[in-house]
T-cell receptor, first 112, second 113 residues
Framework: DVKVTQSSRYLVKRTGEKVFLECVQD?????MFWYRQDPGLGLRLIYF???????EKGDIPEGYSVSREKKERFSLILESASTNQTSMYLC???????????FGSGTRLTVV | DQQVKQNSPSLSVQEGRISILNCDYT??????FLWYKKYPAEGPTFLIS?????DKNEDGRFTVFLNKSAKHLSLHIVPSQPGDSAVYFC????????????FGQGTELSVKP
């Protein structure tokens, strides 16, 4: 069963901590994406990547960075966590020819 | 600038009746549209899609309608079932954007027995 796996379902971190959210896909997809979901705002794109070692800013990249050293793995990094980064984080992957994504189960991050 | 809008945050429907979820978009370059369903604490799952060359696509109880002139699409669920209760996201992409999806705010559907 093909899938996108996010390493943690729930995380609680302190303000100022450096936080790593990991995402791995086993479908050999070229494209990978990080979104955050907030009530009333829907899914907003943070960063995406079309290939290894390449990254593009999405609509809300401030306070985040990403790393894609291997095709199957796309990491989201919160350099210094803040309370306004408390959210549900969703990773997704796709092929360039695909019209849609496969999503992971999400990581609910709480910053205290 | 919200390019994809779902103006109804919530919708309540009786079991067996039709659910209609609406979505508007502003970018005329969008050529592919999708609906995703999301349960709490889970990732969104793909439901149905439509290309801009069509105006209707049907899959079982789910039908998506696209009105390009109005930049509007809708998802019809007939008949609605309690298991359909979830948040539904509309999404759109443009062929020249490498598959990047722009999502709406979501509509929470509640189907009451």
């Amino acid at each position: 069963d093909v899938k996108v796996t996010q390493s943690s379902r729930y995380l609680v971190k302190r303000t100022g901590e450096k936080v790593f959210l990991e995402c791995v896909q086993d479908m050999d997809h070229e494209n990978m994406f990080w979104y955050r979901q907030d009530p009333g705002l829907g899914l907003r794109l943070i960063y995406f990547s079309y290939d290894v070692k390449m990254k593009e800013k999405g609509d809300i990249p401030e306070g985040y960075s990403v790393s894609r050293e291997k095709k199957e793995r796309f990491s989201l990094i919160l350099e210094s966590a803040s309370t306004n980064q408390t959210s549900m984080y969703l990773c997704a992957s796709s092929r360039p020819s695909m019209g849609g994504y496969t999503f992971g189960s999400g990581t609910r991050l709480t910053v205290v | 600038d919200q390019q994809v809008k779902q103006n109804s945050p919530s919708l309540s429907v009786q079991e067996g009746r039709i659910s209609i979820l609406n979505c508007d978009y502003t970018n005329s370059m969008f050529d592919y549209f999708l609906w995703y369903k999301k349960y709490p604490a889970e990732g969104p799952t793909f439901l149905i899609s439509i290309s801009s060359i069509k105006d209707k696509n049907e899959d079982g109880r789910f039908t998506v309608f696209l009105n390009k002139s109005a930049k509007h699409l809708s998802l019809h669920i007939v008949p609605s079932q309690p298991g359909d209760s979830a948040v539904y996201f509309c999404a759109a992409s443009a062929g020249n954007q490498g598959g990047k999806l722009i999502f709406g705010q979501g509509t929470e559907l509640s189907v009451k027995p």
